[in-house]
């Protein structure tokens, strides 16, 4: 589980982090990736519409999406934001999947912005 410090609550933060960030996405998921220069512990948030399915589906998802940033915390560097919009193909996706493409653009993001 996220810890109160590493959870987006604000909608100005998620709303700066879909716009300013450098995104990765796939079939099941989009990753909005926003570096900051703050000292303060990488925050994750989640995005899950609707479509994604059922009340019940989409609280699923959204508690593999937070086990599966638990485990990541410690890559992201500090004063990152990073949100996570899951798309409907995540309904029926198992928690391995979900990982696989949470690590896919993570990777591919923050190596990317490390470079540049």
């Given at each position: 589980?996220?810890?109160?410090?590493n959870r987006l609550t604000r909608g100005v933060?998620?709303?700066?982090?879909?716009?300013?960030?450098?995104r990765c996405g796939g079939s099941r998921l989009i990753t909005s990736v926003l570096r900051g220069a703050d000292d303060r512990a990488p925050r994750f948030g989640?995005?899950?519409?609707?479509?994604?399915?059922?009340?019940?589906?989409r609280?699923?998802?959204?508690r593999r999406l937070k086990a599966v940033?638990?485990?990541?915390?410690?890559?992201v560097p500090e004063?990152?934001?990073?949100v996570i919009r899951a798309l409907p193909a995540s309904a029926d996706a198992d928690f391995a999947s979900l990982?696989?493409?949470?690590?896919?653009?993570?990777?591919?993001?923050?190596?990317g912005s490390a470079r540049t």
């Open positions: 589980m996220l810890a109160r410090p933060d998620y709303r700066q982090v879909v716009r300013r960030g450098t989640f995005i899950i519409s609707r479509q994604v399915g059922t009340a019940v589906v609280n699923t998802v959204r940033c638990a485990e990541f915390v410690d890559m004063g990152t934001d990073v990982r696989a493409d949470v690590e896919r653009c993570l990777r591919r993001v923050l190596v």
